[in-house]
């Protein structure tokens, strides 16, 4: 197999160290890595050698003239930067004549996707999303039951709950990822690719409600073509339940599908090299695979709540 070049965009964040360990898994190479922050040990572990840049414009250049005076090029561009600069980089990676392979959430608003799609026949480059809950062995088990019962009973209505809360601390909310204009929020920032697995498995959105917004916890009704999803999403460690608190876990993650637990907390960290075989093959998740879940962030980020009305996730009442 002829190795691919990559590089990288946002090499010292909290989730760059799985890109490098799926582009060294697939027998890849990292040739360049641009970050403002310089303390990225972690890529002597896989592509010491790899070309280093602090600044845009450094690394901007080294990527046209890399295209120029090689033979090879660098025919993908991982994009793991703060969520609202994710726009931008895509197309840099598409303008530089390389594919995109962009975490979540791919842009903020579906309007950013619209234009992504002219650039991408302009360009005749493909922009990849990190959607990899939907490669999970439990969440392609559950897509595959739900839709056997739905040939027998297509108008089913499931009733679901989503509840999820990853503890931060202060600096969280010091950071890009506490400023909703840079994340998008929380709902965007750790719940996107949750309603996106859930979209897929139950249908296109017909109703988005939004019960209770607060910076570090939202929640809200889903009603899908065939589930009522409740969910809560938090980052706020005193919601954590007390019997989780016990075991010194910070972090809780659970849906229930007709009041059954789907258990799919283990086989996350394979998750991006499976994505990578998946996006070198031909198989990766675009731009309208991408749509839903934005459409539905983006809405939320917009929506004023409406308070403890209708049917709303019992977590509400923690904070209400």
């Given at each position: 197999m002829n190795k691919k070049n990559f590089a990288l965009i946002g090499a010292s964040g909290y989730i760059a160290p799985r890109h490098m360990k799926a582009i060294t898994e697939t027998?890849?190479?990292?040739?360049?890595?641009?970050?403002?922050?310089?303390?990225?040990?972690?890529?002597?572990?896989?592509?010491?050698?790899?070309?280093?840049?602090?600044?845009?414009?450094?690394?901007?250049?080294?990527?046209?003239?890399?295209?120029?005076?090689?033979?090879?090029?660098?025919e993908y561009i991982g994009i793991t930067t703060p969520n609202y600069l994710h726009d931008a980089h895509i197309r840099f990676a598409l303008r530089s004549g390389a594919?995109?392979?962009c975490e979540k959430p791919l842009v903020l608003n579906p309007h950013n996707i619209d234009q992504l799609k002219i650039i991408e026949q302009e360009t005749g480059k493909k922009v990849n999303n990190i959607l990899q809950l939907r490669l999970h062995p439990s969440i392609i088990?559950?897509?595959?039951?739900?839709?056997?019962?739905?040939?027998?009973k297509?108008?089913?209505?499931?009733d679901i709950d989503l509840t999820y809360l990853t503890s931060r601390g202060k600096w969280y909310f010091v950071s890009w990822k506490g400023d909703e204009n840079k994340s998008g929020g929380i709902a965007s920032n750790i719940g996107v690719h949750f309603y996106d697995m859930l979209s897929w498995i139950f249908g296109e959105v017909k109703e988005n409600i939004v019960h209770l917004k607060q910076p570090d916890a939202n929640a809200g009704l889903l009603r899908l073509k065939n589930a009522n999803v409740r969910w809560f999403l938090s980052v706020n460690y005193d919601y954590i339940p007390e019997e989780v608190k016990a075991q010194g876990q910070t972090t809780f993650r659970s849906i229930t599908v007709e009041g059954e637990e789907i258990e799919f907390s283990g086989?996350?960290?394979?998750?991006?090299?499976?994505?990578?075989?998946?996006?070198?093959?031909?198989?990766?998740f675009g731009l309208e695979e991408a749509y839903?879940?934005?459409e539905i962030v983006s809405q939320i980020r917009k929506m004023t709540p409406i308070g403890l009305k209708d049917d709303y996730h019992p977590f509400c009442k923690k904070i209400i």
């Open positions: 027998g890849n190479e990292l040739v360049a890595a641009l970050d403002p922050y310089d303390g990225i040990g972690i890529m002597d572990s896989h592509f010491p050698q790899a070309s280093f840049f602090t600044e845009f414009e450094r690394f901007d250049r080294f990527i046209d003239k890399y295209h120029r005076e090689n033979e090879k090029r660098i594919h995109a392979i088990a559950l897509k595959e039951r739900v839709q056997k019962e739905l040939e027998q297509p108008n089913k209505i499931y086989g996350f960290k394979d998750l991006h090299t499976r994505s990578y075989e998946e996006i070198l093959a031909g198989n990766g839903g879940s934005i």
